[in-house]
């Protein structure tokens, strides 16, 4: 369990995966290949990824869970899928907007 | 949230491209992270509390507004076309400052009280290029990302803040990181201190988009770069489109200006009558209106290229007035229309415009203007009309109250826009003994054209309620305008003191 707190950035321990916190706070298991995800001065255990759960996450893409209470960006992509309190977050489909600035 | 995050992702992904070109020489993304990682190690040494560049746009803007983001501090750029005593006015309100400034002005105000460390832009680039720091670390969520002194066209500037979550909301709700094609490359000519140079760094970076700098705005210099750079969009503000237009109808030359795809602009009212010529003169262009202010982060609501081509070829009279509206919120913008009294108003009743979403911010270094549901008076008046297009109405200080009757001095210019005499119209209060208030116009002619103080009242009874009609009207060689293209009602109302 981490507490989670927008800006705050989380690091995978199976893959090349990093995430930060856009959106959401509390206590929640935020896990990338089915381990938790850690924090920039933790290091990883060497627990072994589930296989079902290394479908990748892409850099720039935002994932939500749900009803969309918690939203992370991946800043750097890796083999890992994410998913929170045992939950797979899906990619947030965003309506393509001309460039206004 | 730290929007130096933009930055290191960029550079990170953007192997291969270049994210700035400016004064002819070209920056990869990874080079202004580590160029601004560099300056960050400085600002923090300094201890300074806040970052100001005092000067035209250089490679020395992204460096110092992503340096500021790392160092954890406000990044709040000055104007450095106001007067000396007014900057040392806005420097005071700064303590302690990390000034980076052109010659002239590093050395007016090195001894200014609350700077705590000054020096001329191109000592502040040199040395963040000499010593970078390839991989700068930051706070998670230094809070305040920019402080930013509104205009202050209706009274003393005030100090709008907006935090890194507001600016990175907007960022990940509008722009698709890398979205840009390879050869995109977008004009940014709007000065360093407008909440819309700000953002045209933070989403062209993050989209992957070169970004052409144009340090001092003039028509031929635009169509200039547009020309050698290959540039593919810009944003404009309406007196910077106005005036392209004038010089590529004067003829003078032949341009080819095939690479431009696309003109954004805002930042104030644009005349139906100028984006109708520029339609014309740029066909294949998508053309994008957006409205926003500082305190929202830049872009609020949107007109794009698909709205622009059904308003022209419509015959459908509300389809066609779209042309003159700023569009529709963004997904995550949501927006109210209120009387006086605060009630909602329905589509199509013209009131004050209020906003809400995570890029709004409507703070204040002194107090917060946002409600306890989270909506913020914009101070502007509009209607949204039944498929939620916003059509704007001018500031609500420059409402013309005539007899206990509210009148936007919007509505009276537009009839006399479409005079073909006409180039430039302004309407404001006038004092009325009958009335209290009563509409005052001035009006700038086509040169060598005439239309006559009458036919101008005649134009307005005739589209409008005979309360708009003006009842003083005066002839000028051109209206008044700040340089980032706002109308300066405050000088035209002294006209009629």
Redesign the interface.
């Known amino acids: 369990m981490t507490a989670l ?5 989380l690091k995978s321990g199976v893959c090349s995966a990093e995430v ?1 916190i ?1 959106k959401g706070a509390g206590e929640t298991s935020l896990t990338c290949g089915g381990v938790p995800m850690l924090g920039a001065d933790e290091s990883a255990d060497g627990a072994a990824a589930v296989a079902a759960e290394m479908n990748g996450c892409l ?4 994932y939500v869970n749900e009803d969309q209470s918690l939203e992370v ?1 991946c ?2 992509p890796g083999e890992g899928s994410l998913a929170a309190d045992g939950a797979p977050l899906t990619v947030k489909q ?8 | 949230m730290n929007t130096a995050m933009l930055l290191q992702m960029a550079a990170e992904a953007g192997v291969g491209r270049f994210a700035l070109t400016s004064a002819g020489r070209h920056y990869a993304a990874a080079e202004l992270l580590a160029a601004a990682g560099g300056a960050a190690e400085r600002i923090r040494a300094s201890g300074c509390q806040f970052v100001s560049l005092l000067d035209v746009s250089s490679a020395a803007t992204p460096v110092a507004l992503f340096g500021a983001a790392m160092a954890g501090v406000p990044y709040a750029p000055l104007n450095y076309r106001l007067p000396a005593d007014q900057i040392r006015a806005l420097i005071a309100r700064l303590d302690s400052l990390y000034l980076i400034a052109d010659e002239d002005n590093c050395a007016a105000h090195r001894g200014d009280p609350g700077i705590g460390a000054a020096l001329t832009s191109a000592q502040f680039l040199e040395a963040a290029l000499a010593h970078p720091d390839p991989e700068p670390v930051w706070p998670d969520d230094p809070g305040i990302a920019v402080q930013l002194f509104t205009s202050g066209t209706t009274g003393p500037p005030k100090a709008a803040i907006l935090r890194h979550e507001h600016l990175m909301s907007y960022i990940l709700g509008s722009v698709e990181f890398m979205s840009a094609a390879e050869d995109e490359a977008t004009l940014v000519s709007v000065p360093p201190y407008h909440i819309a140079g700000i953002s045209a760094l933070l989403s062209s970076i993050y989209a992957a988009r070169r970004i052409v700098q144009l340090a001092d705005f003039s028509a031929p210099a635009w169509l200039d770069l547009v020309e050698g750079e290959a540039v593919t969009s810009a944003f404009v503000v309406p007196t910077m489109l106005a005036r392209i237009v004038e010089e590529l109808e004067a003829g003078s030359g032949s341009r080819d200006l095939r690479t431009l795809r696309a003109i954004a602009y805002g930042g104030g009212h644009m005349p139906v009558s100028i984006i109708e010529r520029a339609l014309e003169l740029f066909p294949t262009v998508d053309f994008t209106n957006a409205y926003g202010l500082t305190e929202t982060s830049s872009t609020i609501t949107l007109l794009g290229p698909e709205d622009h081509r059904q308003a022209m070829a419509s015959d459908d009279e509300e389809t066609r007035r779209r042309l003159g509206s700023v569009g529709q919120a963004l997904p995550s913008v949501e927006i109210e229309i209120r009387d006086a009294g605060g009630e909602a108003l329905a589509p199509g009743q013209r009131g004050e415009i209020y906003v809400r979403g995570p890029q709004v911010s409507g703070e204040y270094r002194e107090r917060s203007a946002v409600d306890a549901d989270g909506w913020f008076p914009t101070r502007d008046i509009g209607y949204l009309d039944a498929d939620g297009y916003l059509h704007l109405g001018g500031r609500a200080d420059d409402v013309i109250v005539r007899g206990g009757e509210n009148i936007s001095p919007a509505e009276i210019e537009e009839v006399l826009l479409t005079h073909p005499a006409v180039v430039d119209a302004a309407a404001v209060a006038v004092a009325s003994e009958q009335w209290g208030e009563a509409v005052g116009v001035a009006v700038v002619l086509k040169s060598g054209a005439s239309a006559s103080a009458d036919a101008l009242q005649d134009l307005v009874r005739s589209r409008l309620r005979s309360s708009r009609v003006p009842e003083a009207v005066r002839f000028v060689d051109e209206l008044p305008y700040n340089e980032t293209g706002k109308l300066l009602r405050r000088d035209i109302k002294r006209w009629f003191a």
Do not use: E, F, T, Y
Request: no cysteine.
């Open positions: 707190k927008p800006g705050l950035r930060m856009v850099v720039g893409k935002r960006l800043i750097k965003a309506k393509k907007l001309p460039s206004s600035d």
